[in-house]
């Protein structure tokens, strides 16, 4: 059970440094989902939040009033919902702060691109829907293999759920796109585990993202409790022949569905970038 607390915070849009992301907007502090290899943590400075990451969650509880005020003076953009949170994480359900806040930017011209791997996001299908135009949404799906996914991202719906949503929000007539990432040595960088997660997307994603583990501290305490040898992993992920070798066999499984990929290009390093630092989640 999480606890959810609440909090004033002293603005609800941040200026992004990404390319394809003019503001950032994060309804939470903190994930329920608790992705092991969850980097968030390191932008996380509610010290109790890091500590009790996946079951501490703080809701801003003055975003809307401050979103209200922030896009009647801003100049419209595109803006990340989320960059350091999952905005569809289960307190969403009863809080709908994304909603709400996404109800504001849409009405105040603003773009809108949504990442999550929650299919609560349908829930707000008849919103997205009606600007359509203005919205994309992405999903991360980094194993199609139950039991990895729920060693890695513990409060988060099995990917099979994510494919189904992401299919739905397409016929829907919205842009997705997926999220390949981190990719783990010896979790999720064979061609097998590739295929089966793009093969979940295909036939509505035309474009997918491709990252590797970024090793921040937090992310070594959590992922080396739980994985065999993690010392291999920290090695493969810090050699540029693993990465080339892994991207030219996701590229390859993508080009065969036609879809096309982008990867990250960024050096291994253990200062955490954004969570959607091309996009990057
Ligand atoms: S990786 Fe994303 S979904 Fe997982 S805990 Fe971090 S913010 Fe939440």
């Not at 809080?95 to 999550?116: H, N, P, Y």
């Not at 060693?151 to 016929?171: D, M, T, V």
Request: charged share 25%.
């Amino acid at each position: 059970m999480t606890n959810c607390p609440r909090v004033l915070v002293r603005s609800a849009l941040s200026r992004s440094g990404l390319p394809d992301l003019d503001y950032s907007l994060n309804p939470y502090i903190g994930c329920q989902h608790g992705c092991l290899y969850c980097y968030a943590r390191e932008y996380t400075r509610h010290r109790d939040v890091v500590e009790k990451w996946g079951s501490l969650v703080l809701v801003k509880e003055n975003l809307i009033e401050l979103l209200n005020r922030e896009t009647r003076k801003l100049k419209p953009g595109v803006v990340g919902i989320s960059t350091i949170t999952d905005p569809y994480q289960p307190a969403e359900l009863t809080e709908r702060l994304a909603r709400e806040s996404m109800r504001i930017l849409l009405k105040r011209g603003f773009k809108v691109s949504i990442q999550t791997k929650s299919p609560l996001v349908l829930r707000d299908l008849d919103l997205l829907t009606s600007s359509r135009e203005v919205v994309d949404v992405g999903f991360t799906i980094i194993t199609a293999d139950s039991s990895i996914s729920s060693l890695l991202e513990p409060g988060a719906p099995h990917p099979a759920q994510r494919a189904e949503a992401l299919h739905k929000i397409s016929e829907a007539g919205l842009d997705v796109w997926l999220f390949y990432g981190p990719v783990i040595p010896g979790l999720n960088d064979g061609v097998e585990s590739f295929r089966e997660v793009v093969e979940l997307a295909s036939g509505c994603v035309k474009l997918v993202f491709l990252d590797k583990l970024r090793i921040t501290p937090r992310v070594r305490e959590s992922l080396s409790s739980a994985v065999d040898d993690f010392e291999r992993i920290q090695s493969l992920v810090r050699n540029s022949v693993w990465w080339s070798r892994v991207v030219k066999l996701f590229s390859d499984v993508c080009a065969r569905f036609g879809i096309k990929c982008i990867a990250s290009i960024a050096e291994p390093t253990t200062q955490a970038g954004n969570l959607r630092d091309f996009h990057s989640e």
